[in-house]
């Protein structure tokens, strides 16, 4: 019954591998998000999608690409994996524009 | 873009006491304003947020006020419990249409010693 779910918890891989991350929520909304905390615990906004539209694009590599196929799904995908992609990963949702939700977040570590 | 900065980083109170943490933003247009807090290797979890034509609001041990003419807004926690202890980050938006691109601070690591 979990609201925002996130798989994988863990994911540990090697430089130049690439991986994706899904997230899911059982909400209702109609827009999700993905953010990035680095070691500092600093939080930052990477996408945002409504009803599948991509409508918040940060600067962020072009090595991550996000997808949403469907309002309840959005997926994150990473090409040529480097060290400074090792943070949490979180996806969030919300009825847009208002509150938004966290999933349980998703540790990457890149050796 | 926005900015926010939150103050302190680290915060040490005594069982029972109150905690205040302070954020200032730039965006003289955000109009959503919620806090957040972190338990070690756990998720981000609301716990009160305010508008912008609201300038104050509470919530049991927690309040959280608003002053949109100094831009800055600021978290209480009266009779802090153990279980307070966590990270709390303040985050600011501008609110319309179908996005919220929240800004969030830096952070502050709340310790409740006993």
């Known amino acids: 019954d979990t609201a925002v779910s996130q798989t994988p918890k863990y994911l540990v891989t090697q430089m130049g591998n690439d991986k994706s991350i899904k997230c899911e929520q059982n909400?209702?909304?109609?827009?999700m998000y993905w953010y990035k905390q680095d070691s500092k615990k600093f939080l930052k906004i990477m996408f945002s999608?409504?009803?599948?539209?991509?409508?918040i694009n940060e600067t962020v590599p072009n090595r991550f690409s996000p997808k949403s196929p469907d309002k309840a799904h959005l997926n994150l995908h990473i090409n040529s994996l480097e060290l400074g992609d090792s943070a949490v990963y979180f996806c969030?949702?919300?009825?847009?524009?208002?509150?938004?939700?966290f999933g349980p977040g998703t540790r990457l570590t890149v050796l | 873009g926005e900015n926010v900065e939150q103050h302190p980083s680290t915060l040490s109170v005594q069982e029972g006491d109150s905690a205040v943490i302070k954020c200032t933003y730039s965006d003289s247009a955000s109009n959503y304003f919620p806090w957040y807090k972190q338990e070690l290797g756990k998720r981000p979890q609301l716990i009160i947020d305010i508008r912008s034509n609201v300038g104050e609001k509470k919530d049991q041990r927690i309040a959280v006020t608003l002053n949109k003419t100094a831009k800055h807004f600021s978290l209480h926690i009266t009779e802090t419990q153990p279980e307070d202890s966590a990270v709390y980050f303040c985050?600011?938006?501008?609110?319309?249409?179908?996005?919220?691109?929240?800004?969030f601070g830096t952070g502050t690591r709340l310790q409740v010693t006993l």
């Open positions: 969030a949702s919300s009825q847009a524009p208002d509150t938004q939700y």
């Open positions: 909400l209702g909304h109609d827009t």
């Open positions: 999608y409504n009803n599948k539209e991509l409508i």
């Open positions: 985050a600011a938006s501008r609110n319309s249409g179908t996005a919220s691109k929240l800004t």
